[in-house]
């Protein structure tokens, strides 16, 4: 099993950037691909980015390409989301969680462990 603790939300202006962390216990970080998500009020869980377990490999939302960066470093078991641009409704609940798959997955049910959440919100 894995336990998932994010970090590093809270206020900022549109157009600055913030850094999420997700720290990971265990010794077996490395085996999962892991994912960011966000749930802003009223709305479902969705699809952030997404990396694979080595680093490799990336994959992002529309709404969050080329303005968002997943990165992870398995030697300090945490996986990292940078937001530049910022936009008022990226203003959310993000949350990283882990999967056993590899593949490029972006369902929430496709991830077994998921952390607390931590505010983000933009103004505007």
């Known amino acids: 099993q894995v336990q998932l603790v994010e970090s590093g939300g809270g206020l900022v202006q549109a157009g600055g950037s913030l850094r999420l962390s997700c720290a990971a216990s265990g010794r077996t970080f490395s085996s999962y691909a892991m994912g960011w998500f966000r749930q802003a009020p009223g709305k479902e869980r969705e699809f952030v980015a997404r990396?694979?377990?080595?680093?490799?490999?990336?994959y992002y939302a529309d709404s969050v390409k080329g303005r968002f960066t997943i990165s992870r470093d398995n030697a300090k078991n945490t996986v990292y989301l940078q937001m530049n641009s910022r936009k008022p409704e990226d203003t959310a609940v993000y949350y990283c969680?882990?999967?056993?798959?590899?593949?490029?997955?972006?369902?929430?049910?496709?991830?077994?462990?998921w952390g607390q959440g931590t505010q983000v919100t933009v103004s505007s």
């Open positions: 969680a882990a999967t056993v798959s590899d593949g490029t997955v972006v369902k929430p049910l496709a991830y077994n462990y």
């Open positions: 990396i694979s377990r080595s680093g490799g490999n990336t």
